[in-house]
């Protein structure tokens, strides 16, 4: 989350002082020794966002066109929707297992399965962002900035109220 602050945060500024082209050069500098720094350390499973990051950055430096920085928060968004659409048709949910990972937080195996059976919930939420943020592509820097930084939080943080909610109403515990 605070990746995409960053990224933000740096496109904004970046652009405001200096061309796309320049902006693009200075993140591909930035995100390229981190990739390598990821590559190095045999964590492939880090690499995607300094990879995408260095691309993007490379892409932008070339093809000068801020567009191509705009892609990078709908591609994160892609992988988001795709990892829930594969929990939902091949039946393999994982959202359980990745909240029991929460250090002193203790699960019952109701509430587990409760989580688990909301994939199919949190694809459409996923989808309408994924939706959004292809939207924002094409609106100005701004509302791009806006969404991406703000929106798509509360968007997300209030799909997750509603299911917390969802959960008290229907007593699990």
Known sequence: MLL???YVLFIVVGLRFFEP???GMA????AAP???YELIRNRFKNIL???AAT???FLVWFLDSVLVFKILPVLITLLFFVKFAEAVIFQRPFLATMVQKTPKMVWSEE???FIDSAHSYWLIVTGINLLLQIA???ASLKIWALYTTVGWYLLFGGALLLQIIYGKVRGVK
């Open 4 to 6: 995409t602050l960053l």
């Open 21 to 23: 082209h320049v902006v």
């Open 27 to 30: 993140l591909f500098t930035l």
């Open 34 to 36: 981190w990739t390598l």
């Open 49 to 51: 966002v300094p990879l």
């Open 55 to 57: 691309t993007v950055g």
């Open 111 to 113: 509430k587990l399965a």
């Open 136 to 138: 924002v592509l094409f």
